[in-house]
Nanobody
Framework: QVQLVESGGGLVQAGGSLRLSCAAS????????MGWFRQAPGKEREFVAA????????YYGEAVKGRFFISRDNAKNTVYLQMNSLKPEDTAVYYC????????????????WGQGTQVTISS
């Protein structure tokens, strides 16, 4: 049974930083591209970042480029999202997701999803 468990969310002031983690189990982690998505109330789920299985490729949504950074540790079956210079508009539930090999930006391409972690940025 595949499980993705996010952690690290919380409430921070604008301009602050958070680091999200997503621990994976039940799959061969190094075979999977990993992505982070977010969903704010009343909005569609939005692509945030993705990383290839071998860390060679990274992709970012326009809204987070230069502020958020994705990384992974295949030995720990964990993917991270470092979020800097946070803004109130970054407030959302953040989800990690997995798909085989090649990372993409499309929600529907991802096979496995975590339950999400809430990130709230106060102004």
């Amino acid at each position: 049974q595949v499980q993705l468990v996010e952690s690290g969310g919380g409430l921070v002031q604008a301009g602050g930083s958070l680091r999200l983690s997503c621990a994976a189990s039940g799959l061969t982690f190094s075979n999977y591209a990993m992505g982070w998505f977010r969903q704010a109330p009343g909005k569609e789920r939005e692509f945030v970042a993705a990383i290839s299985w071998n860390e060679y490729s990274e992709y970012y949504g326009e809204a987070v480029k230069g502020r958020f950074f994705i990384s992974r540790d295949n030995a720990k079956n964990t993917v991270y999202l470092q979020m800097n210079s946070l803004k109130p508009e970054d407030t959302a539930v953040y989800y990690c997701a997995a798909k085989l090999r090649v990372p993409t930006t499309a929600v529907d391409d991802y096979e496995y999803w975590g339950q999400g972690t809430q990130v709230t940025i106060s102004s």
